[in-house]
């Protein structure tokens, strides 16, 4: 499978609660709910998308209990975003999750970037990452990724944890540009390995 990760960022990096206000208040954080002024229907239509190509989903522990706490209780069977979410497999990278209520979830155990790999080996089309922060820094760093979606949205904060806080230095490759209409900027990247290095000085 194809390990993609989709993720929501402030202009100035930012990461955390973009779902709502109490979705992660640590470290004081009281910006929660910022991308939901910015939803749309291109938003919609981008979203859809991604989860009609899932086979499987990969999630942190924060961000399991955020959706397990919500998309079960979401039962329209044409939604297109919950019928994946409660149909499919669902894989839980911790090490401080003791069960896992929501059906078809599995606890990964050992090192996630073990078990991550053998998942990928699996058959099938995509392992979705959403949100996730800190499980999607372990993977970029472990060369796991395969497609990184950001969705960039059209605010400022100057607080948060950001998504690139503690990452290897990885080259990107723009495969996909597109803009909704109220200003969120969707990017679709694949990772190139270490970046290049240059220098703009004039020779001497």
Known sequence: ???????????????????????????????????????????????SGWFAEADAFLLGRRTYEIFAGHWPKMTDENDPVASKLNSLPKYVASRTLGTAEWAGTTILEGDAAEAVAKLKAEPGRELQVHGSLDLVQTLIK???????????????????????????????????????????????????????????????
């Open 142 to 204: 472990a060369g796991l990724v395969d497609e990184v979606r950001v969705l960039i949205f059209p605010v400022v904060l100057g607080t948060g944890k950001r998504l690139f806080d503690d990452i290897v230095p990885t080259g990107l490759r723009l495969t996909d540009s597109k803009v909704t209409s109220t200003g969120v900027t969707i990017q679709t990247y694949q990772p190139t390995g270490r970046p290049a290095y240059g220098s703009y000085a004039s020779p001497e």
């Open 1 to 47: 499978m194809k390990l993609t990760v989709t993720t929501f960022i402030t202009l100035d990096g930012v990461g955390q609660a973009p779902g709502g206000p109490d979705e992660d208040r640590s470290g004081g954080f009281e910006h929660g709910g910022w991308s939901f002024p910015f939803a749309d229907e291109d938003f919609g239509r981008a979203v």
